[in-house]
């Protein structure tokens, strides 16, 4: 099903949790609300779900207004954070839920109960009640409760924040081969930028109730359009610099700039993985400390008269040769991006 | 509850010097033997001499006598009387500890602190105050009194009367269990059961009530004790009419005052049997939320 959301508007009290959101999603696409906690995320997913009701705007499900529809009444799957599963119901009766509240004969609902625990690897724990299993079989018996009344969109609030990082990383595998062999259109929320990027078709990054940007992975780690995104997707330096005709000066460094405006006074953003250091005496910067972490090497420097630079290189590489604490070095930045200087709204997460 | 459990035990730090270690350690045994024995004291003095000291009376008479003198009309009118309170106590704060819970936590209205403290209101103030504003609202020259005349429904003197008080003293047990319930259980999984298409008929009884049902039953069970018990509303609003508004603690007060002491224990006897049952249903209950509780939140089991 495809979903447009128009000029969304919700408020709480004095807060402001969504400003003025609007967005599309294809049919049978996989979309990541991505935002830091208490951006207004989980308030859009449950307005989508009919759980809220927005102060103004809009809600189109495949072009017909679904704004005041019910929440019984969307066909639409929710999984919720702490999987919200029925107690006092065994696993069986909680998948079959939503076909038994619509009458479905006990011969197909049994069949499609099984078939669904199945789909989600947990075939013959029907008979168990919810605190017999772990987090993460809760997690998909949470999928398959949802699943089960065959929705036009599933909703996922936050799907493993509530399991440990392990499982965690097979449950996000096993979500997006489950949405490509379902092919039900999904929009889950998260705050946590691997999993966004690593599972979804598009991103929508929510900072502050607004919209900053939607796109591909791809798109939005290569061209962050706010200095916000820049920040949120990334391990990034940022410097306040002075542009001249393209050419960012930042302390001792200068550097051609890729976006943005081309004189004055700028926030210039520079991902830790889009910098090269070369040892060179005088260079324009020290090496403070070098910290291996697994099979990345952080390196912190100071760069004259600008402060600290954090870079990342690969474990063993060439451009780590000769680079180790006191060292004076040459810096390149091979990719940096500048953004009008704002303040107070782009605040760092 | 689990949430408890999620927090890391404390550890002493480093830099912390432990207390002095002898201080720490189990009370020395006079200090046992003192604190128990002031404690079994005095629970035996309050609650287990005057019911020993009962129960002794009786037995001398012999339980026998005292109870035959509950053959007669208008012992066994304040019996019926008392039986009937029970029932209607317990359909009606069944009903309305269910909703009036739901109300009170789930739905957002003006006021809605105000009811909630209001609810309490019950438990601390003194049952024969209530009885005389009670009657100061529907008795002889009460505010609303012309209205309960021309509708020619009499409250004050009646059994009705005695209903009233009744559902007054009751009123916060229910509630207030189902409301602690509530509020703790969240309203995550009735929003699961409506986004699958539950209609909010279908969410209260398959979702909410089942999760509800021990701590309504308990609510009611307590309702239940304390309205074969209560005495100061009863007496007041009902007047304590022999023979036709007479409660079962009512009937005692009045047997002791006619120096009619055997039919006095009878009464006190088969209350005291009545009482025990609902505390035995009621201990049966709590043994049963520790386990549902066990059940939503203990840990795994590996049992198919």
Redesign the interface.
């Given at each position: 099903m495809s979903i447009r959301v128009e000029h969304l508007r919700k408020r709480f009290g004095s807060f402001q949790a969504v400003d003025d959101v609007s967005f599309e999603v294809e049919s049978g696409s996989l979309v990541a609300l991505l935002g830091p906690s208490g951006s207004g995320k989980s308030t859009i997913l449950r307005i989508l779900a009919g759980l809220e009701s927005p102060d103004s705007g809009s809600v189109w499900f495949d072009g017909e207004e679904a704004t005041h529809v019910h929440a019984r009444s969307r066909a639409i799957g929710f999984v919720f954070q702490h999987y919200a599963l029925f107690r006092h119901l065994t696993v069986a009766e909680n998948v079959g839920f939503g076909l038994l509240v619509r009458n479905v004969d006990p011969k197909t609902r049994a069949e499609r109960t099984e078939q669904l625990l199945e789909l989600v690897g947990l075939g013959g724990l029907g008979g168990r009640y919810p605190s017999q299993l772990s987090g993460g079989q809760r997690q998909r018996v949470a999928l398959a409760r949802a699943l089960a009344p065959e929705p036009r969109l599933l909703l996922l609030d936050e799907p493993f924040g509530a399991v440990d990082a392990k499982v965690r990383e097979e449950l996000r595998q096993w979500l997006r081969r489950l949405h490509d062999e379902v092919g039900v259109t999904s929009i889950f929320v998260t705050h946590d930028q691997d999993e966004a990027f690593s599972v979804s078709d598009r991103v929508l990054i929510i900072n502050h109730g607004k919209l900053e940007q939607s796109g591909t992975p791809a798109e939005i780690l290569d061209e962050p359009r706010t200095e916000f995104v820049a920040r949120f997707v990334g391990d990034v330096n940022v410097f306040t610099a002075q542009m001249d005709k393209g050419i960012a000066k930042v302390g001792a460094l200068q550097t051609p700039a890729q976006s943005g405006p081309s004189d004055g006074q700028v926030q210039l953003v520079v991902r830790s993985y889009d910098l090269k250091f070369f040892r060179e005496d005088p260079g324009v910067a020290t090496v403070e400390r070098v910290v291996p972490l697994g099979d990345r090497v952080r390196v912190h420097a100071t760069l004259d008269g600008a402060g600290s630079l954090v870079a990342q290189f690969p474990r063993r590489s060439s451009l780590l040769r000769g680079i180790e604490a006191g060292a004076r070095i040459q810096v390149e930045v091979t990719y940096a991006r500048t953004y009008p200087l704002e303040s107070g709204r782009n605040s760092a997460p | 509850m689990h949430k408890l459990e999620a927090l890391p035990a404390l550890r002493p730090s480093a830099s912390v010097r432990p207390l002095k270690d002898d201080k720490l350690r189990a009370p020395s045994p006079l200090t046992r033997i003192v604190l128990s024995g002031l404690v079994l004291g005095y629970l035996g003095l309050v609650l287990l001499g005057p019911l020993s000291a009962l129960l002794v009376e009786i037995a001398e008479i012999g339980f026998g006598v005292a109870l035959s003198k509950l053959v007669d009309t208008t012992a066994l009118l304040a019996l019926k009387n008392s039986i009937l309170l029970l029932l209607i106590t317990m359909v009606v704060n069944g009903v309305v500890g269910a909703l009036g819970g739901i109300v009170l936590v789930r739905h957002r209205f003006p006021g809605r602190a105000l009811v909630s403290a209001l609810c309490d209101l019950p438990l601390a103030v003194s049952p024969v105050m209530i009885g005389l504003s009670f009657l100061l609202l529907i008795g002889k020259g009460g505010v609303l009194s012309p209205l309960l005349e021309a509708i020619n429904i009499k409250l004050v003197f009646t059994f009705w009367g005695l209903v009233l008080g009744t559902l007054f003293v009751t009123l916060p047990y229910s509630i207030r269990e189902v409301s602690y319930v509530l509020e703790e259980l969240g309203t995550?999984?009735e929003?699961?059961?409506?986004?699958?298409?539950?209609?909010p008929w279908?969410t209260f009884w398959?979702?909410t009530l089942?999760?509800i049902r021990i701590a309504l039953g308990y609510g009611v069970l307590m309702a239940m004790a304390r309205s074969l018990g209560e005495f100061g509303a009863v007496l007041v609003l009902g007047g304590s009419i022999s023979g036709q508004t007479q409660t079962a603690t009512t009937f005692i007060h009045d047997s002791i005052e006619e120096r009619n002491l055997d039919a006095a224990y009878g009464m006190s006897l088969l209350l005291a049997v009545f009482s025990s049952g609902l505390l035995f249903i009621l201990e049966r209950l709590k043994k049963r939320q520790a386990k549902?509780q066990?059940?939503?939140?203990?840990p795994?089991?590996?049992?198919?």
């Open positions: - | 995550d999984e929003e699961a059961a409506t986004t699958l298409g539950a209609s279908q398959k979702v089942p999760n549902t066990k059940r939503a939140h203990g795994s089991k590996q049992t198919a």
